[in-house]
C-alpha cells in the first residue's frame, strides 16, 4: 500500500514508467508497464527481479534474441473465435509473423537450457504449434499476399484473367496504333480511367471509333474512348474479378475456420510476446541507468551502497557529469533516519532516492546501486513530499501535513517505511517542533523505518538521545561555501544559514542584527556543528587518502610476488640450461681429448704436432672460461665505524651503522635493523643527515646494546599481544647477536606456555628451548637458544 495515492508521482515513479515504455516495441508491453505495481510477496518480486536481470545479461553478454516482429495478434485471434467471421490476408500474415517469433525464440532458450531459468518459465508447458504457420503458409505468401495457387479454382482464375488481360492489351494496342495512323488521337499514350484501359482521343473525332466515352480532358479537347471490341473483353475480365474476390473470401473464411480450434493457444503466444516486450524494456532500462540486482531480503530493512537517483543520472549523464552515491542503512536498531543540514544540500534528494529505489524494487525493477546492496520488503509506503494544500477540502499546508501525520500513526506498523521531508514545517516552529518531536516519538513507538528530513534543532536533539533514531547530515564545504551532497550517519548537520547568507552578499549589519537576535545556546550548537563537519571532512579525506595509499601497497605487494615467482621460475630454468651446456661441453672436451691423443700417436710425439695440439686445447679451454671480477674493498666502507651515518647506493635512505661484521654492516633505520653488503652503502656526513631523522633516533645506537635485557617478562598478556613482543624481541636479538633469550610466561593453564612455544619452535633462528630448572621457576619460564 502506498499512501497518498500521488506520492508514487511525487517519488518520481510514472517517470520512470515513462522512461520504461519508451523502451517497448509493442503497445501490449506499453499497456503492461501502465499496470506495474508494488508487490509485497517475496516470491513474485524475486522471479521478476531475476527475469529483467536474465534479460540484461542476454543483451549484454550473448546473442540478440530474434524478437523483431511484435504485432497485437491478441484482437486477431478474439475476431477468429466468432463463427461467420475471417481474417483478412494481412492479419494472417501478422499472425504468421508473430507465431515465427514465438517459435524462434523458444528455439533460442532451447539452445541455452538451464542458463536463463526465469525467463524459460514464461512459456513452460507451451506447446510449438507449427502446423498453424504451415496452414497459413499455403494460402498466404512472403508478402502478405493469397497466392495465386492457393486452390485450383483461384488458379485457374487468375490464368483467365492473365489471358483475357493479354489478349485486351494487344486489341487496343492495335486499335490506338490504326488510329494513330489515321491522326485521331491527342498526344499521349494509353491510359486508365473508371478502371478500363482508354485511348486519348480529339473530340472532334469521337464519332471516327466506336466505343464507350468514360471520361474527358478539363479544356474538353480530349475524351477517353474504350473501343467497342475491347469493352466485352473488359467485362469477362471484370466479372472474372468478382469470382476471384468470392474464392478469396472462401479461401479466407476456411482458413479462419481451421484457425478457430487454435485461439487459446494463440493467446498464450500473445501473452508471451507480450511478457518478452515488457522484460526486454526493463532489462534496456537498467542498462541505461547502470542499474544491479540488489539482495532481495524478507525483512524490513535496507541498506543501499553507491545508490543513485535513476532520474538524476539520467540527467546528469546528458550534461556528462556524474551523482555522488548515497550509502545509507535502516535496521532493526536504526529504524527512522533524520537527516539535516543546509538547504539544497540534498536531504530531500536522498529522501526520494531510498523511497524510489524501494518502490522499483518491490515493483520488480533492477536500481542503480552496487548489487551487494541489501533491499527488504515493507507493506505500506508513506510519503509527505511537498505542498498538499487543498481548496476543494479547505486544507492549509500544514492541515494537509497533519492530516497526513494523523493517518501515519493510525495506520503504520513495524514494517511501515515514512518519507517526511522537512517535518514540521508550514507554521510556527516554536509550536512546529514540538508537534514534529511527538508525532516522530509516537511513531518510532511503532517500530517504523523511514527517512525524514528537517532544519530542527528539536528533533536533532531528540534523535540524538533516542534508541531507533539516528541522526545524519549532508556534508558541507564551508569554506568554498558549497554542498559535498554526501551522506553522514552519526550526527546532525548545521543549516549554514549564516555562512549561505554572507556569500550570497547579505550585509554585514543585517547578519550581525539577526546573530544578536538567536539565543546563546543556538548560536553554540549551530558553531558546534559546523566544526564537527568541517572535521568530520578532514577525517574523510585523511580515511581516503590511506584507503588509495593501501591499495597502491598492496598493488606492490602483488607486483613484487609476481616478480618473485617469476625469478624462481627463470632461475630454474637457467640452471636445467646451464646443466645441458655444461655436459655438452664435456662431451666436446671429452672428444677433443680423445682425437688429440689419436693425432699425438699417429705423428709419433712430433715436437712441433704436439704443441699445435696443446695450443688447440688452451684455445678450447679459454673460450669456456669465466673471468674472475677481483674484489676491491671500497676505502670507505672500510673506515666505517659504529655511529656513523650511511646512505645505501641503490636508494636515498639514510641509517646509522650499528655494526660491521665482514662485508656486511648492521643499520639501524628508525625502528627498523637491516643487513647489508658494504658495498651498497656510503659514509655522508652528520650535516648530510636531515634535523627530523637525528632527533627520532635521540641517543647513540650503541646505548641499544647495553639497555637491551636477555630477559622478556610475557605474563598477563593476551596471545597475539605476546606473539607481538616475542617477534619484535627476537629480531632485535637476531641482529644484536645474541645465543640465549629468557622468556617468563608464567604457569596457570598451559595455554601461553604451549602458544609461545609453538610460535618459536617455527622460527628459523631458533635452535632449541628449554625449560628453566624446576628450583627457579620450571615450565614456567622458557630459554630459548639461537643459532
Excluded at 504449434?129 to 487468375?158: F, Y
Excluded at 593453564?749 to 628449554?770: A, C, M, P
Aim: aromatic letters at 6%.
Amino acid at each position: 500500500m502506498i499512501y497518498p495515492n500521488n506520492a508514487a508521482e511525487k517519488l518520481g515513479f510514472l517517470d520512470i514508467k515513462e522512461l520504461i515504455k519508451s523502451f517497448c516495441l509493442s503497445t501490449m508491453g506499453q499497456q503492461m508497464v501502465d499496470k506495474i505495481n508494488v508487490m509485497n510477496n517475496y516470491d513474485h518480486i524475486n522471479k521478476f527481479l531475476r527475469q529483467t536481470k536474465e534479460f540484461k545479461n542476454i543483451l549484454l553478454n550473448d546473442s540478440p534474441l530474434p524478437i523483431t516482429n511484435f504485432f497485437d495478434i491478441k484482437i486477431m485471434a478474439e475476431k477468429a473465435r466468432i463463427e461467420g467471421t475471417y481474417l483478412l490476408e494481412d492479419e494472417f500474415f501478422k499472425v504468421s509473423m508473430s507465431l515465427g517469433t514465438v517459435f524462434s525464440v523458444i528455439h533460442y532458450f532451447t539452445e541455452r537450457e538451464g542458463q536463463y531459468p526465469n525467463l524459460e518459465a514464461l512459456f513452460e508447458h507451451l506447446p510449438i504449434e507449427k502446423s498453424i504457420l504451415l496452414k497459413i503458409d499455403k494460402v498466404i505468401d512472403q508478402k502478405g499476399k493469397i497466392r495465386s495457387n492457393a486452390s485450383p479454382q483461384l488458379h485457374n482464375i487468375s490464368s483467365d484473367i492473365a489471358k483475357s488481360e493479354q489478349e485486351a492489351r494487344k486489341r487496343i494496342e492495335h486499335i490506338f496504333k490504326s488510329a494513330q495512323n489515321n491522326g485521331w488521337t491527342a498526344d499521349g499514350n494509353l491510359t486508365i480511367r473508371d478502371g478500363r484501359l482508354c485511348i486519348p482521343v480529339l473530340a472532334e473525332n469521337k464519332r471516327k471509333l466506336k466505343g464507350f466515352i468514360h471520361d474527358e480532358s478539363s479544356s474538353g479537347q480530349t475524351v477517353y474512348l474504350e473501343p467497342e471490341e475491347v469493352f466485352q473483353l473488359n467485362n469477362i475480365i471484370r466479372d472474372l474479378e468478382f469470382e476471384k474476390k468470392r474464392e478469396i473470401i472462401k479461401l479466407l473464411v476456411s482458413l479462419t475456420d481451421e484457425l478457430r480450434p487454435y485461439v487459446p493457444l494463440l493467446l498464450s503466444y500473445h501473452g508471451l510476446l507480450t511478457k518478452l516486450d515488457f522484460v526486454r524494456a526493463k532489462a534496456l532500462f537498467a542498462i541505461s541507468i547502470d542499474a544491479e540486482m540488489p539482495v532481495l531480503i524478507k525483512e524490513a530493512e535496507l541498506n543501499l551502497m553507491n545508490a543513485r537517483h535513476p532520474l538524476l543520472f539520467l540527467n546528469f549523464k546528458k550534461e556528462q557529469q556524474t551523482v555522488v552515491p548515497l550509502n545509507i542503512k535502516i535496521d532493526e536498531q536504526e529504524r527512522i533516519i533524520v537527516v539535516s543540514g543546509p538547504n539544497a544540500g540534498g536531504k530531500s534528494v536522498c529522501m526520494k532516492t531510498v523511497g524510489l529505489l524501494q518502490i522499483m524494487v518491490q515493483a520488480g525493477l533492477l536500481i542503480p546501486a552496487d548489487e551487494h546492496s541489501k533491499i527488504g520488503i515493507f507493506k505500506q509506503i508513506f510519503a509527505d513530499i511537498g505542498d498538499d494544500q487543498s481548496i476543494e477540502s479547505d486544507l492549509s499546508t500544514y492541515s494537509a501535513h497533519l492530516s497526513k501525520m494523523k493517518n501515519f500513526i493510525e495506520m503504520a506498523n513495524s514494517r511501515t517505511l515514512i518519507l517526511i521531508d522537512e517535518f514540521g514545517t508550514g507554521t510556527d516552529p516554536q509550536f512546529g517542533g514540538p508537534i514534529a518531536e511527538a508525532v516522530l516519538e509516537e511513531l518510532n513507538q511503532k517500530m517504523v523505518r523511514g527517512v525524514i528530513t528537517t532544519h530542527y534543532s528539536n528533533l536533532k536533539t531528540f534523535a540524538n538521545s533516542t534508541p531507533g533514531l539516528e541522526n545524519a547530515s549532508m556534508l558541507f564545504n564551508n569554506q568554498e561555501m558549497k554542498p559535498l551532497y554526501i551522506l553522514s550517519l552519526g550526527k546532525p548537520g548545521s543549516s549554514y544559514a549564516f555562512e549561505i547568507a554572507q556569500k550570497i552578499g547579505l550585509s554585514q549589519k543585517v547578519l550581525q542584527s539577526a546573530r544578536n537576535k538567536i539565543g546563546v545556546y543556538q548560536k553554540k550548537v549551530d558553531t558546534l556543528l559546523v566544526d564537527l563537519e568541517r572535521d568530520k571532512k578532514e577525517l574523510i579525506d585523511t580515511r581516503i587518502s590511506l584507503e588509495k595509499k593501501e591499495r597502491g601497497l598492496k598493488v606492490m605487494l602483488a607486483e613484487n610476488e609476481q616478480l618473485k615467482s617469476y625469478l624462481e621460475e627463470n632461475r630454474k630454468t637457467l640452471l636445467k640450461e646451464a646443466k645441458i651446456e655444461a655436459q655438452n661441453i664435456i662431451k666436446n672436451a671429452n672428444k677433443l681429448i680423445e682425437n688429440t691423443i689419436s693425432e699425438i700417436k699417429e705423428n709419433k710425439a712430433e715436437k712441433e704436432q704436439t704443441q699445435k695440439l696443446r695450443q688447440n686445447l688452451e684455445h678450447e679451454l679459454k673460450k669456456h672460461s669465466v673471468p674472475l671480477k677481483k674484489i676491491v674493498k671500497d676505502e670507505a666502507a672500510v673506515d666505517l665505524q659504529k655511529g656513523d651515518w650511511v646512505k645505501l647506493l641503490d636508494s636515498e635512505t639514510i641509517g646509522q651503522v650499528m655494526e660491521i661484521a665482514r662485508d656486511n654492516v648492521i643499520l639501524a633505520m628508525g625502528d627498523l635493523r637491516s643487513v647489508v653488503k658494504l658495498k651498497r652503502v656510503e659514509k655522508i656526513s652528520n650535516k648530510a643527515v636531515p634535523k627530523e631523522i637525528r632527533k627520532s633516533y635521540g641517543h647513540d645506537l650503541t646505548q641499544d646494546f647495553s639497555a637491551f635485557s636477555t630477559e622478556l617478562d610475557l605474563r598477563g598478556r593476551r596471545g597475539d599481544e605476546a606473539l607481538y613482543e616475542i617477534e619484535r624481541y627476537l629480531d632485535r636479538a637476531v641482529m644484536m647477536g645474541l645465543n640465549s633469550l629468557k622468556i617468563i610466561h608464567g604457569k596457570g593453564d598451559g595455554i601461553l606456555r604451549k602458544l609461545i612455544r609453538g610460535y618459536l619452535s617455527k622460527y628459523t633462528q631458533v635452535d632449541r628451548l628449554e625449560d628453566e630448572h624446576a628450583d627457579r621457576g620450571g615450565d614456567g619460564i622458557t630459554y630459548v637458544y639461537l643459532k
